[in-house]
């Protein structure tokens, strides 16, 4: 029996539920796993050296992109340009040096990945996609009346569930009595 508060299609699962699960659980068990097994094949004490070395490439990589990010971040500003894909890379750099904070070669690897200038694009489309996705669009009346034909405005052409015309305007003087 469904509660009579819970929104249609609240039942199902939410991605970020999922994406929690698999960030906290599955990683960090995978991360073990690869772990033990480089151990197996090389020692432990090479495999504490590599997670030594690893970390010390990785930091020196992230002082290096995020420097560069920085700095086309800076001059995109100063010449009036909309900075989209420096701040991407901003992001992707911020991302990948979290996921190599943290100890294990899967999360580095995962990393590396978005740290790199040649691997980075791909990344940003990804991320560029996902942002698109969960994008709101606002206009002239609120989140809920973007332009017409766009996704959450409102007008000819309007789709989906907020594609509401606004009501009427009324005018009216705010009184405030207690000054």
């Known amino acids: 029996m469904a509660n009579a508060r819970t929104a249609p299609g609240r039942s199902r699962r939410r991605p970020l539920g999922w994406v ?5 659980v599955v990683v960090p068990i995978i991360e073990i796993y690869v772990l033990i097994q480089v151990g197996q094949v090389i020692g432990a004490w090479w495999t504490i050296a590599l997670l030594i070395a690893d970390s010390i490439i990785g930091s020196w990589l992230i002082k290096r992109e995020g420097g560069r990010a ?5 001059s995109a500003l100063e010449i009036g340009r909309m900075p989209a ?3 991407a890379d901003g992001a992707l750099i911020l991302i990948g040096g979290t996921l190599m904070l943290s100890p294990g070669f899967v999360t580095d690897l995962f990393g590396i990945l978005l740290i790199l200038p040649f691997t ?6 990804l991320l560029a996609r996902v ?12 989140a809920m009346g973007g332009m017409p034909g766009m996704p959450g405005g409102s007008g000819p052409g309007a789709r989906g569930p907020d594609a509401r015309r606004p009501g009427p305007v009324v005018r009216g003087e705010v009184v405030d009595e207690e000054h």
Do not use: D, I, Y
Not at 70 to 74: D, E, F, P, S
């Open 70 to 74: 920085w700095r086309a971040l800076k």
């Open 85 to 87: 894909t420096e701040l």
């Open 20 to 24: 929690l699960l698999v960030a906290f």
């Open 120 to 125: 980075r694009p791909v990344f940003r489309r």
């Open 131 to 142: 942002v698109t996705q969960r994008l709101t669009v606002v206009g002239p009346m609120g």
